[in-house]
């Protein structure tokens, strides 16, 4: 994979630097409100469509036909017949079944319904999402080229439905390269490895570490360490061993190192995390009193990387979830609107064979849970030997309990640390 990176926030920069500078404050140019923008459907009576309009008009800036399509899907919701609607407006883009999940709200409503929208768009990687909120309504899209869109999700609470993000349990697979400035990230060991798995609708959600130093199966049918398989190989290699391990699969996987962690940290504009103990590690440069405190990049870097612990590399695999926890919570603190501009900040920073469909769906579902009530655990396992090198032997068992949670979305197995 290479890295991707969004095109349209150094130009948002640019835009700003430019307009930060263009007066010395003696003279401005009064602000131009922005033109206000409808989208109308259908835009005249057919005979075969349900009897019905809905208008949708907003004042944020429109990328291509998206407007056109948060229109057709309202009508979808209130008036049913999504066939109809796909033949009066056969460029709909939308899942079937999301499509067949908004019929079933059909309020057998007659009038014309007329709706404010505000948009949030922004570049994930090569691709491109957005998130048009209606009231309390959430409408999730992502396109190719940011012009022809296509509906992927939605939240429409005036309805009374609840979120439709999907129908699957989704299984992202979290690295965490050794790879210092300088060297490649995705052919480093991989130090920290976690699920993060989640039901479609983000009722429940988990964050699971798995030790380092496990003893585990490659694809090729080898023994070796976890942490070794990605080393020379990349990462699919150690998705696949994870697979084997789990007996999931796994949507994608999102991979950083350490210069890709602190810049992404220190653009996402830093973050509260409660440091559980005080620390004082040289190695790592973990200088921690106990309690919350602010973290830069650097910071949360430090206190990752300090593995003179007790319980050692499982006690660092737990703070690791707990960064995550608070790194979610510091996205929820943002605000829904501003997820598409933050997954394009998490785009750049990282490696990831997640398109941007799969982000926002699993950003948006991040917002249905208290980030502290994410179960965060750890395999059980003890520490042993395989000839000379010291590894971890997961307790089996327990491991498979935790698997079939995650494959079921029904995580009622775990226990608070």
Same mark, same amino acid.
């Given at each position: 994979?290479?890295?991707?990176?969004?095109?349209?926030?150094?130009?948002?920069?640019?835009?700003?630097?430019?307009?930060?500078?263009?007066?010395?404050?003696?003279?401005?140019?009064?602000?131009?409100?922005?033109?206000?923008?409808?989208?109308?459907?259908?835009?005249?009576?057919?005979?075969?469509?349900?009897?019905?309009?809905?208008?949708?008009?907003?004042?944020?800036?429109?990328?291509?036909?998206?407007?056109?399509?948060?229109?057709?899907?309202?009508?979808?919701?209130?008036?049913?017949?999504?066939?109809?609607?796909?033949?009066?407006?056969?460029?709909?883009?939308?899942?079937?079944?999301?499509?067949?999940?908004?019929?079933?709200?059909?309020?057998?409503?007659?009038?014309?319904?007329?709706?404010?929208?505000?948009?949030?768009?922004?570049?994930?990687?090569?691709?491109?999402?957005?998130?048009?909120?209606? +009231?309390?309504?959430?409408?999730?899209?992502?396109?190719?080229?940011?012009?022809?869109?296509?509906?992927?999700?939605?939240?429409?609470?005036?309805?009374?439905?609840?979120?439709?993000? +999907?129908?699957?349990?989704?299984?992202?697979?979290?690295?965490?390269?050794?790879?210092?400035?300088?060297?490649?990230?995705?052919?480093?060991?991989?130090?920290?490895?976690?699920?993060?798995?989640?039901?479609?609708?983000?009722?429940?959600?988990?964050?699971?570490?798995?030790?380092?130093?496990?003893?585990?199966?490659?694809?090729?049918?080898?023994?070796?360490?976890?942490?070794?398989?990605?080393? +020379?190989?990349?990462?699919?290699?150690?998705?696949?061993?994870?697979?084997?391990?789990?007996?999931?699969?796994?949507?994608?996987?999102?991979?950083?190192?350490?210069?890709?962690?602190?810049?992404?940290?220190?653009?996402?504009?830093?973050?509260?995390?409660?440091?559980?103990?005080?620390?004082?590690?040289?190695?790592?440069?973990?200088?921690?009193?106990?309690?919350?405190?602010?973290?830069?990049?650097?910071?949360?870097?430090?206190?990752?990387?300090?593995?003179?612990?007790?319980?050692?590399?499982?006690?660092?695999?737990?703070?690791?979830?707990?960064?995550?926890?608070?790194?979610?919570?510091?996205?929820?603190?943002?605000?829904?609107?501003?997820?598409?501009?933050?997954? +394009?900040?998490?785009?750049?920073?990282?490696?990831?064979?997640?398109?941007?469909?799969?982000?926002?769906?699993?950003?948006?579902?991040?917002?249905?849970?208290?980030?502290?009530?994410?179960?965060?655990?750890?395999?059980?396992?003890?520490?042993?030997?395989?000839?000379?090198?010291?590894?971890?032997?997961?307790?089996?068992?327990?491991?498979?309990?935790?698997?079939?949670?995650?494959?079921?979305?029904?995580?009622?197995?775990?226990?608070?640390?």
């Amino acid at each position: 994979m290479t890295q991707i990176r969004p095109r349209l926030i150094g130009l948002a920069l640019l835009v700003l630097v430019f307009a930060s500078c263009a007066g010395d404050g003696a003279s401005t140019i009064p602000p131009v409100a922005p033109a206000v923008t409808t989208s109308t459907f259908p835009e005249k009576t057919t005979t075969t469509l349900p009897t019905g309009q809905v208008s949708v008009s907003t004042d944020s800036e429109v990328p291509g036909d998206l407007l056109d399509q948060v229109a057709a899907i309202y009508f979808i919701a209130n008036y049913g017949d999504g066939a109809a609607v796909k033949a009066e407006r056969p460029e709909l883009d939308a899942p079937g079944k999301l499509i067949s999940h908004l019929e079933g709200l059909n309020t057998d409503s007659e009038e014309k319904i007329q709706l404010e929208a505000s948009i949030s768009s922004a570049a994930i990687g090569e691709e491109f999402g957005a998130l048009v909120q209606v +009231g309390e309504d959430l409408v999730l899209a992502a396109s190719r080229d940011s012009m022809t869109w296509r509906i992927i999700g939605t939240k429409l609470t005036s309805l009374g439905d609840s979120p439709w993000y +999907g129908t699957e349990p989704r299984q992202l697979f979290i690295i965490g390269s050794d790879a210092r400035p300088g060297e490649n990230p995705e052919r480093l060991r991989a130090d920290s490895l976690h699920i993060i798995s989640m039901v479609p609708d983000g009722s429940a959600i988990s964050i699971v570490g798995i030790p380092r130093d496990s003893y585990v199966t490659t694809p090729e049918g080898n023994r070796r360490k976890f942490t070794n398989i990605m080393a +020379g190989n990349g990462p699919d290699r150690i998705v696949g061993t994870a697979e084997i391990l789990t007996e999931l699969e796994f949507d994608g996987y999102i991979l950083t190192g350490f210069k890709g962690f602190v810049a992404l940290v220190n653009e996402f504009g830093g973050f509260t995390v409660d440091i559980p103990f005080a620390m004082n590690e040289p190695k790592s440069k973990a200088h921690f009193s106990a309690g919350e405190q602010w973290l830069n990049g650097a910071q949360a870097l430090a206190f990752a990387r300090n593995r003179t612990l007790s319980g050692g590399d499982f006690t660092r695999q737990f703070h690791h979830g707990v960064i995550m926890q608070w790194g979610i919570a510091a996205l929820q603190g943002k605000g829904i609107t501003a997820l598409p501009e933050s997954l +394009g900040i998490l785009a750049e920073h990282t490696f990831t064979d997640l398109d941007a469909e799969t982000m926002i769906l699993v950003g948006a579902a991040l917002f249905e849970q208290d980030a502290f009530e994410i179960p965060n655990v750890v395999l059980p396992g003890s520490p042993g030997w395989a000839g000379e090198a010291s590894v971890v032997y997961l307790a089996e068992e327990r491991s498979q309990e935790i698997f079939a949670d995650i494959a079921d979305g029904i995580f009622d197995t775990y226990e608070a640390r």
